[in-house]
């Protein structure tokens, strides 16, 4: 009785002894795992497959509280054993200073005035504004397979939309983006690829970056890389530098992600028939509302980011009743925190209708996801375009047949095999 056995709308149980983690059952189903621990260990010590030991706060409220604890650094300078975590913070290519200056490895006050300049390029409106390419690129990739009648939808589907969608936006020419298309493809294989081809893959974009932006410089438009350059508060710019490392972290944070949330999200669906069959009538009868708060509920559910990025403690602290020492990583559980009990009702039944859905996927606090309009975008228009073009879309293998990938960070499918009738 294999975790991926168990049908989706029955709830995880939890098990009665310790589990061990990070498995191959844990990589397939990770929540009976996560209930134990938030039952029995809520803050609990580990040693990551890495080497590395940290903390892990599973339980929702600790892991709200965490996000937003400024006694929580995210510049892993302050891990006790920096030595030892080098290069072992998730992030292809974090070793190279220049790309280290992101949002997600730094505190107020450098990430404050980062983050504000940012936000007057990267607005909410330039992402309303993307609307229509994303359904054009949308549609133009379901063109491709559509008369095939089969389709391995991380492939052909979730893995390039996100990465076409960023280099559109951040202002890469059509004809290098395939290019960018396959760098990306490297970095995502980083576990079981070759670390030579991820370095390569890495320095490439960097140097392909830096030099994009130092073009945009001199033949500025109406891209985000030029809106980059351009935003400046009280007199304060990026420097070539930042900006670079700004482009590098928004393709990073949002590719891989956004992947899997179109990923999670259809395989969630097929293996909930009913919930699926109701946003099926629902966008057939032009109501939107469902999509809306389904996204956030397959959010909820079986979201993207499984663990937030790292914390380190700057000082001794308590949370959850448990004593963390300075200089100790912080793990916070976001797919625990979202099916905690104490928060949500029936946390593993998959209802696309939840009210009251304040989860933890896009994090909380000053690190909350930047990105969180243009993934909303992404999925709704991929979700809703995929089963209205393919209304009979369904998985082309068992669910025990799917694999997953074993990433710290991230949770997603390596591929997803479905099949539907020729259009
Ligand atoms: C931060 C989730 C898509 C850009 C975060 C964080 C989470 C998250 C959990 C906080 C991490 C932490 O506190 O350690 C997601 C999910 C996505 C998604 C689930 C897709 C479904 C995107 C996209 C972009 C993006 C599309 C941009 C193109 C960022 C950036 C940060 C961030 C720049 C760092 C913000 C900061 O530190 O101030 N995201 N993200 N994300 N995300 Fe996203």
Redesign the pocket.
């Known amino acids: 009785d294999r975790p991926a056995d168990r049908p989706a709308d029955q709830p995880a149980a939890c098990p009665a002894a310790a589990p061990e983690l990070f498995t191959w059952e844990f990589a397939t189903d990770p929540y009976p795992a996560y209930a134990w621990l938030r039952e029995h260990s809520p803050v609990h010590r580990t040693t990551l497959p890495s080497g590395v030991e940290a903390w892990l706060v599973t339980r929702y409220a600790d892991a709200r509280q965490a996000?937003a604890d400024s006694r929580l650094s995210?510049n892993p300078a302050h891990h006790a054993e920096p030595a030892h975590a080098k290069g072992k913070t998730g992030i292809p290519g974090e070793r190279k200073a220049e790309l280290m200056t992101h949002?997600?490895n730094i505190d107020p006050p450098d990430?404050t005035r980062l983050?504000r300049l940012?936000s007057k390029a990267f607005t909410p409106r330039r992402v309303a504004e993307f609307a229509p390419r994303v359904q054009e690129l949308t549609d133009r990739l379901i063109d491709r397979f559509v008369a095939e009648g089969k389709a391995d939808l991380i492939h052909d589907f979730a893995f390039p939309l996100?990465i076409y969608a960023?280099c559109d936006?951040l202002g890469v020419p059509p004809e290098d983006q395939d290019d960018f298309r396959d760098w990306a493809g490297m970095m995502i294989r980083h576990g079981g690829g070759p670390r030579g081809g991820v370095a390569r893959s890495v320095k490439k974009m960097r140097g392909y970056l830096a030099e994009l932006i130092h073009r945009k410089r001199e033949d500025p438009g109406d891209d985000l890389i030029s809106g980059l350059i351009r935003a400046s508060d009280h007199g304060e710019h990026l420097t070539e530098n930042e900006a670079a490392a700004m482009a590098f972290?928004?393709?990073f944070?949002?590719f891989e992600?956004?992947v899997?949330?179109i990923g999670n999200g259809v395989y969630a669906l097929l293996r909930n028939p009913g919930q699926r069959e109701r946003l099926q009538l629902a966008l057939g009868s032009g109501e939107s509302g469902l999509l809306e708060t389904g996204i956030e509920e397959l959010?909820r559910y079986d979201?993207?980011?499984e663990l937030?990025?790292w914390?380190f403690a700057t000082e001794p602290l308590t949370l959850g009743g448990q004593d963390i020492a300075a200089g100790d990583p912080v793990l916070?559980v976001?797919a625990a925190a979202d099916r905690d009990p104490e928060r949500f009702e029936d946390p593993d039944t998959l209802d696309l209708a939840r009210r009251d859905n304040q989860h933890?996927?896009?994090?909380h606090?000053?690190?909350?996801?930047?990105?969180?309009p243009?993934?909303r975008l992404?999925?709704q228009t991929a979700l809703a375009t995929l089963l209205t073009r393919l209304p009979d879309l369904r998985l082309a293998v068992e669910p025990t047949d799917l694999r997953w990938r074993g990433g710290l960070i991230m949770r997603g499918l390596r591929t997803l095999p479905v099949e539907f009738a020729p259009g």
């Not at 606090?365 to 969180?372: Q, S, T, V």
């Open positions: 996000l995210k949002l997600l990430h983050r940012v996100p960023i936006l972290i928004l393709l944070a949002g992600t956004t899997n949330l959010l979201g993207p980011v937030a990025t914390r916070v976001l933890l996927g896009y994090g606090g000053i690190h909350y996801c930047l990105g969180a243009l993934a992404e999925g």
